[in-house]
């Protein structure tokens, strides 16, 4: 089974509007930590937002969110106020245990700012 | 620390040739990834090392693959007899060690190193 999910190939949205993209994963192990990253054109990961199994709040850093669902392994990144420069690849990532070595990637999603 | 840096960005070679990379992590990071990127697809997991050792190799590491850290500071990963199907790009990341929390695990990627083998 594929341990991280992102169904969403490609996503349209409007300058200034908000956009989810979805992440779904699978695990049994109870501490993993959840993350996204930022890909452009240029190729560089760029880091955006991580979540951590036990952490009781969702996570923020400025206009990402991370709509994390537990029960639902879930773990949606929110955009807020898109801008043209979010046009990207977007990959959800998720490492294993406390101190994992290995971070498992989808196939991430691209995402157009129209203006 | 300007971050992780990888050289050469661009490789293309023929068929059969041998490919060496460079990554260069965040100086105070003691682990090291190697990971591959094909079109349209996330990275893969290579290999890792923390400090010099090696610590662990995926599948997708043929026996023409091989990667070292001596002194636990750059990295290589070089590739022997390269196929068509090596061609990608080749991203390394380099991370702290460290129990928990997100400054802790955060993998920091460098711009990677696209391979082309004709």
């Known amino acids: 089974a594929q341990k991280i999910t992102q169904t969403q190939p490609g996503m349209f949205v409007q300058e200034k509007e908000a956009v989810t993209l979805d992440c779904t994963y699978d695990?049994?192990?109870?501490?993993?930590?959840l993350f996204w990253y930022k890909q452009p054109s240029s190729g560089e990961m760029i880091f955006l937002i991580y979540?951590?199994?036990?952490?009781?709040q969702n996570a923020t850093e400025g206009r990402y969110s991370l709509n994390f669902q537990k029960a639902r392994k879930s773990a949606n990144l929110v955009i807020s106020a898109s801008q043209l420069g979010d046009s990207a690849m977007y990959f959800c990532a998720m490492r294993e245990g406390n101190t994992g070595n290995q971070f498992y990637f989808g196939t991430g999603t691209s995402l157009t700012v129209i203006p | 620390d300007t971050g992780v840096s990888q050289d050469p960005r661009h490789k293309i070679t023929k068929r059969g040739q041998n490919v060496t990379f460079r990554c260069d992590p965040i100086?105070?990071?003691?682990?090291l990834y190697w990971y591959r990127q094909t079109l349209g697809q996330g990275p893969e997991f290579l290999t890792y090392?923390?400090?010099?050792?090696?610590?662990?190799k995926s599948r997708l590491l043929s026996d023409r693959f091989s990667a070292e850290r001596p002194k636990g500071s750059f990295s290589t990963l070089e590739i022997q007899r390269t196929e068509q199907g090596d061609s990608a790009m080749y991203l390394c990341a380099s991370s702290p060690t460290g129990t928990g929390g997100s400054g802790a695990n955060v993998l920091t990627f460098g711009a990677g190193s696209r391979l082309t083998v004709l």
């Open positions: 100086s105070e990071h003691n682990r």
């Open positions: 979540q951590g199994s036990y952490d009781q």
């Open positions: 695990t049994s192990d109870p501490s993993y930590g």
């Open positions: 090392f923390q400090n010099e050792a090696q610590l662990e």
